[in-house]
């Protein structure tokens, strides 16, 4: 079983569209995810979700919203995609917030807006 | 501001030893963090550092110096399959991950 597992891998979308990838993960986790891969390879925090609740929130626009139904899943939901958007989305976990410990990534979505 | 750096790429030859750099100006430190991360891929984790010296395991070895800001990840015996990406991570006060670009290692025959 995978511990970390997001859906779609692969999302070809138009402008303005609106798109949600899911995560999930298997591992006991209490902290989740969301990161950005833009084409340059930098990795961004976008999110992190603590047992349900939110405890990191970067500057992103609102157009993107996160929802963790429970401390299994954390969810991504984009409004109104830009081009600007294209880049690949990692969901990952953590044991727990503050933990030095590892981070367990999945796959990543990749988003690309035409 | 936060800041890590590390070359944006390396090429070594099957059998070498590669050692990739990394420097760091963090608000705080609570551990570096090496992740490979293959093509296509999501990182994978490598190795933690947060104390002095040298961390070994198997070909891959993780050195710090917190005095310094710096930290490398050293290869020996390289294979065709050691060609990534390599991103050194370090943790601040915040338990925030601060990600630098990543080294992306050609390893040729």
């Known amino acids: 079983d995978t511990a970390v597992s997001q859906t779609p891998k692969y999302l070809v979308t138009q402008m303005g569209n609106d798109k949600s990838i899911k995560c999930e993960q298997n591992?006991?986790?209490?902290?989740m995810y969301w990161y950005k891969q833009d084409s340059k390879k930098f990795l961004k925090i976008m999110f992190s979700?603590?047992?349900?609740?939110?405890?990191i929130n970067e500057t992103v626009p609102n157009r993107f919203s996160p929802k963790s139904p429970d401390k299994a899943h954390l969810n991504l939901h984009i409004n109104s995609l830009e081009l600007g958007d294209s880049a690949v989305y990692f969901c990952?976990?953590?044991?727990?917030?503050?933990?030095?410990?590892?981070?367990?990534f999945g796959e990543g979505s990749r988003l690309t807006v035409l | 501001g936060q800041n890590i750096d590390q070359p944006t790429e390396m090429t070594a030859t099957e059998g070498a030893i590669v050692q990739i750099n990394c420097t760091y100006q963090?608000?705080?430190?609570?551990?570096l963090f090496w992740y490979q991360q293959h093509a296509g891929e999501a990182p994978t984790f490598l190795s933690y550092?947060?104390l002095d010296g040298l961390e070994e395991k198997g070909r891959f070895s993780s050195f710090l110096s917190r005095s310094k800001g710096y930290s490398y990840l050293l290869l020996k015996e390289l294979q065709m399959k050691d060609s990534a990406s390599y991103l050194c991570?370090?943790?601040?006060?915040?338990?925030?991950?601060?990600w630098g670009a990543g080294t992306k290692l050609i390893i040729k025959p």
């Open positions: 990952a976990s953590s044991p727990r917030a503050g933990d030095t410990g590892e981070l367990f």
């Open positions: 591992l006991g986790h209490d902290t």
């Open positions: 979700y603590n047992n349900k609740e939110l405890i």
């Open positions: 963090t608000s705080g430190f609570n551990g």
């Open positions: 550092n947060v």
């Open positions: 991570a370090v943790m601040d006060s915040n338990y925030q991950l601060i």
